[in-house]
């Protein structure tokens, strides 16, 4: 009894440690944020102000040419005053001249005296640029200022958009933006989100997509970095809150531990809901709060979510590929389909949200997805070289795999144009429809050299990779195999992860290793 109750408080001081050591890691986190900020910030702050610097060089110059064009005119002006007195002189002459002549009135034309011009001296702005005095001008000048609110309280106010839609849960259908929709999820890490939501703005089309933030509860940081947006009218806002569901629990997960996982499918439902079902949108790409993307990331999903749309054996397109470790991925243009669902920035349509919504899982909505019931057959589109990187070290998970896994994923760097004709005749092309991505895997099987374990390791990096195939008997000896290289070994759904067919496709040492069961099942 005595030994149970140490074994008791052994692991509460172990659970403890694991809080603890939950807690510093994301206040490491925060601050490297904070740092990461500040050089940007400080670098930002030379860039603007060299640009100031340069503005005002200009300006001078623009001022002192005004000054010049002043001066140029006041000596006209002098000029025409002086021959309007010469010829007022003139015509006093000439009335003398005909009084005292008793001869017939001469008529004398006298030049129309012409005008002074009116010269308006340069009025100074507030940043010592000298305002034209052309009304025209000054006309065309204030066209393109943008008054802010309460700059001036006669100027009229410029509104791009209604900002009343871009308030908590306020989006509707008339003032939701038209394109492809993408929902951030985030709850309670605000330097996270404000470091995804950079990431996402600095390759964000100008048009095309409608970028949502769905907030779980009410964290007063992460509202503020919320607010930063849109408040600009660059996001939306959605809103949830677990308190106000029914707050069902899935059986034999009652436990509190098991909580947070209940919250993210109920958030996750809300989500969908509101986008597929009260804002009509047809397509959605799903991102959380601790990811960066990579140049080419819109793109890459506008050429596949078509794809997606016209094939019904792809169940959705994917940005992550789980094997994505630097040293098992090679070409940024290879692109291959796989049986589990990979999650970490993907996109679905309504058609799938509509097949899934009557049953959407109480929690745990990801391995659920993944589970054959769900999948009927169909498969995700996945890239070699994975289009997002998740820095979330701390997380519901407590960052599960992280740092022997996830850490070391390679984020594309290339912008890969994939309207490219050759891209289209050669990767579309392989991957759909389904007959042709089986005839391709068929065909690279084929024509690989059949090689073991031992084999693989001891390759070396070429300038001309090749394919090799390793075949495994079953899921433990493709587990014993595949632990070589590192692989994960948390299979899903009774099959390894990124696996088609059972074929799991990586690279070592830049070489192509399909790992292919000893009966492949092309049914």
């Not at 010269?119 to 009304?135: K, R, T």
């Not at 579309?428 to 099987?445: C, F, G, H, K, Q």
């Not at 050299?449 to 090749?466: R, Y």
Request: hydrophobic residues 35%; negative net charge; aromatic residues 12%.
């Amino acid at each position: 009894m005595q030994s149970n109750k140490q074994l008791e408080l052994e692991l509460t001081k172990y659970r403890q440690c694991i809080e603890e050591k939950a807690s510093m890691q994301k206040n490491i986190n925060d601050l490297n944020w904070e740092i990461e900020k500040y050089k940007r910030s400080h670098t930002e702050l030379q860039t603007e102000t060299a640009n100031l610097n340069d503005k005002l060089t200009e300006y001078t110059a623009k001022y002192q040419s005004s000054l010049q064009q002043i001066q140029t005119l006041k000596v006209e002006n002098e000029n025409l005053r002086q021959q309007q007195q010469r010829q007022q002189v003139a015509t006093q002459e000439n009335n003398q001249l005909d009084k005292d002549s008793h001869d017939a009135p001469k008529q004398i034309a006298i030049e129309q005296p012409v005008p002074p011009v009116a010269i308006a001296e340069p009025m100074q702005l507030n940043n010592g640029e000298s305002e034209h005095p052309d009304p025209i001008i000054k006309q065309q000048k204030q066209e393109i200022i943008v008054v802010e609110e309460g700059d001036d309280e006669n100027a009229p106010e410029l509104i791009i958009e209604d900002r009343t839609a871009f308030g908590r849960n306020q989006v509707s259908l008339e003032s939701a933006k038209v394109g492809i929709a993408l929902v951030i999820f985030c709850y309670d890490r605000h330097s996270y989100l404000e470091r995804t939501l950079e990431s996402i703005f600095s390759v964000l089309p100008p048009t095309s997509y409608a970028v949502f933030i769905s907030q779980q509860g009410y964290d007063e940081d992460v509202t503020a970095v919320i607010k930063k947006y849109t408040s600009q009218g660059k996001a939306y806002w959605l809103g949830f809150d677990y308190e106000q569901t029914e707050k069902k629990i899935q059986r034999g997960f009652e436990e509190k531990r098991w909580l947070v996982y209940h919250k993210i499918s109920a958030h996750y439902r809300y989500a969908f809901e509101f986008i597929f079902d009260k804002l009509n949108y047809d397509q959605l790409i799903v991102l959380e709060d601790d990811m960066e993307i990579a140049p080419d990331f819109f793109t890459y999903f506008s050429t596949f979510g078509k794809l997606m749309d016209s094939d019904p054996s792809i169940l959705c397109v994917s940005a992550w590929n789980d094997y994505g470790q630097r040293t098992l991925v090679y070409d940024a243009k290879a692109v291959y389909r796989t049986d589990i669902f990979p999650g970490l920035g993907w996109m679905m349509n309504k058609k799938v949200w509509t097949e899934l919504k009557d049953k959407w899982p109480l929690a745990f909505w990801d391995d659920w997805l993944r589970q054959s019931a769900q999948r009927h057959n169909r498969s995700c589109i996945r890239p070699e070289i994975s289009r997002v990187y998740t820095f979330g070290a701390s997380g519901s998970s407590e960052g599960q795999f992280y740092n022997k896994y996830l850490r070391n994923i390679e984020l594309n760097k290339e912008d890969i144009d994939w309207t490219d004709a050759v891209i289209q005749e050669t990767v579309i092309y392989n991957l759909s429809p389904v007959e042709n991505y089986d005839a391709y895997l068929t065909m690279l099987i084929g024509q690989s050299e059949q090689v073991n374990i031992p084999q693989v390791l001891d390759l070396q990096i070429t300038s001309s990779p090749m394919n090799y195939v390793v075949k495994y008997d079953n899921l433990e000896d493709y587990t014993v195999k595949s632990k070589q290289l590192d692989l994960m070994d948390d299979h899903k759904d009774g099959l390894p992860r990124q696996s088609y067919r059972g074929i799991v496709i990586v690279r070592w040492k830049n070489h192509r290793i399909l790992f292919v069961p000893q009966e492949v099942d092309w049914s």
